[in-house]
């Protein structure tokens, strides 16, 4: 089995175990799926949660696309007329009870070919980000660890780059480089040297993978059945509206999927069902709203 088959068969074994796992924690709602095919070649299962007693909406996708590589996407790449494969598993889940966190992961792998079907070029991208309506420290701390854990066997330098990159990339640039949350890891256009090096990769990339569940769940265990009213919703939908505002502006992945004529059901799942914008808001002072907001820097999260 080729790289390409191994990362797509381990996403989809991936996708069922963190399907069942959130299922397990709700107790209530289930996952329904959704197969769709792409007229241009491939296609992909939505796997969506909602209305459930922890989590207002979920969505775990898989998709394995295929063939010419479109003219804006040609222009983006820096290549000329092309045949691609991509696949990915990605995922976003915004909960019911605002001190639980909004967190996002997604693991894909590119391909790229020439007119005579030999592979030019191929890479591995990804990671996991956390965005807190409300910030408990030993929360970031856990999620943070957690995914160092993971890196740190293939070399420690990973989780600091990886880290860096997720600080400067899920942030938005429109409102003053305000971040959408307090990060994860983040990391693209990992090319493989070799075949032995592919395999690192696969490895690295599957590592990250397995290392979700364990960062988030004992979050969302932690924080689910905490007390909450109407101040805590009015703040978590304003937050949220700055998390569908990157989505929509500065997301390569959203963009990504648009160009290339994929799902768009699928590709907007990422949106929280309320949302709410009220002009030039501002946090009373001393709250925890305000403190939240301060908190959204790049920092530390890791103890040494």
């Given at each position: 089995?080729?790289?390409?088959?191994?990362?797509?068969?381990?996403?989809?074994?991936?996708?069922?175990?963190?399907?069942?796992?959130?299922?397990?924690?709700?107790?209530?709602?289930?996952?329904?799926?959704?197969?769709?095919?792409?007229?241009?070649?491939?296609?992909?299962?939505?796997?969506?949660?909602?209305?459930?007693?922890?989590?207002?909406?979920?969505?775990?996708?898989?998709?394995?696309v295929?063939?010419?590589?479109?003219?804006?996407?040609?222009?983006?790449?820096?290549?000329?007329?092309?045949?691609f494969?991509?696949?990915?598993?990605?995922?976003?889940?915004?909960?019911?009870?605002?001190?639980?966190?909004?967190?996002?992961?997604?693991?894909?792998?590119?391909?790229?070919?020439?007119?005579?079907?030999?592979?030019?070029?191929?890479?591995?991208?990804?990671?996991?980000?956390l965005?807190?309506?409300?910030i408990?420290?030993?929360?970031?701390?856990?999620?943070?660890?957690?995914?160092?854990?993971?890196?740190?066997?293939?070399?420690?330098?990973?989780?600091?780059?990886c880290?860096?990159?997720?600080?400067?990339?899920?942030?938005?640039?429109?409102?003053?480089?305000?971040?959408?949350?307090?990060?994860?890891?983040?990391?693209?256009?990992?090319r493989?040297?070799?075949?032995?090096?592919?395999?690192?990769?696969?490895?690295?990339?599957?590592?990250?993978?397995?290392?979700?569940?364990?960062?988030?769940?004992?979050?969302?265990?932690?924080?689910?059945?905490?007390?909450?009213?109407?101040?805590?919703?009015?703040?978590?939908?304003?937050?949220?509206?700055?998390?569908?505002?990157?989505?929509?502006?500065?997301?390569?992945?959203?963009?990504?999927?648009?160009?290339?004529?994929?799902?768009?059901?699928?590709?907007?799942?990422?949106?929280?069902?309320?949302?709410?914008?009220e002009?030039?808001?501002?946090?009373?002072?001393?709250?925890?709203?305000?403190?939240?907001?301060?908190?959204?820097?790049?920092?530390?999260?890791?103890?040494?």
């Amino acid at each position: 089995m080729d790289i390409k088959d191994s990362f797509h068969q381990y996403i989809l074994d991936l996708q069922f175990s963190i399907c069942r796992s959130l299922e397990l924690v709700d107790g209530k709602a289930v996952f329904v799926n959704d197969d769709w095919v792409r007229p241009e070649g491939g296609g992909g299962v939505s796997c969506v949660i909602a209305e459930g007693n922890v989590f207002e909406k979920a969505g775990v996708n898989t998709s394995a696309v295929f063939g010419k590589l479109p003219e804006a996407m040609q222009q983006a790449f820096g290549v000329g007329e092309s045949q691609f494969f991509a696949c990915g598993l990605s995922l976003v889940i915004h909960p019911l009870n605002p001190y639980v966190p909004t967190v996002h992961a997604n693991w894909r792998y590119f391909e790229l070919y020439n007119s005579a079907s030999e592979k030019t070029d191929s890479w591995f991208g990804g990671g996991s980000d956390l965005t807190p309506y409300y910030i408990f420290r030993e929360d970031g701390e856990h999620f943070h660890t957690t995914l160092k854990n993971a890196m740190d066997p293939f070399g420690r330098h990973w989780y600091p780059k990886c880290k860096q990159h997720c600080d400067e990339y899920f942030v938005n640039k429109h409102r003053n480089n305000e971040a959408r949350g307090i990060g994860g890891v983040f990391y693209d256009y990992l090319r493989p040297e070799s075949e032995e090096d592919a395999g690192n990769l696969l490895a690295f990339q599957e590592a990250n993978g397995n290392a979700f569940l364990p960062a988030y769940i004992p979050i969302v265990e932690k924080r689910k059945d905490l007390d909450y009213g109407e101040k805590e919703i009015r703040w978590q939908e304003i937050r949220r509206g700055r998390y569908v505002e990157f989505n929509l502006i500065h997301d390569r992945g959203t963009l990504f999927g648009l160009k290339t004529n994929g799902r768009t059901e699928s590709i907007l799942m990422s949106l929280p069902p309320r949302a709410r914008w009220e002009y030039n808001h501002r946090p009373e002072p001393g709250s925890r709203e305000e403190e939240t907001i301060e908190m959204l820097k790049p920092g530390r999260w890791v103890r040494e």
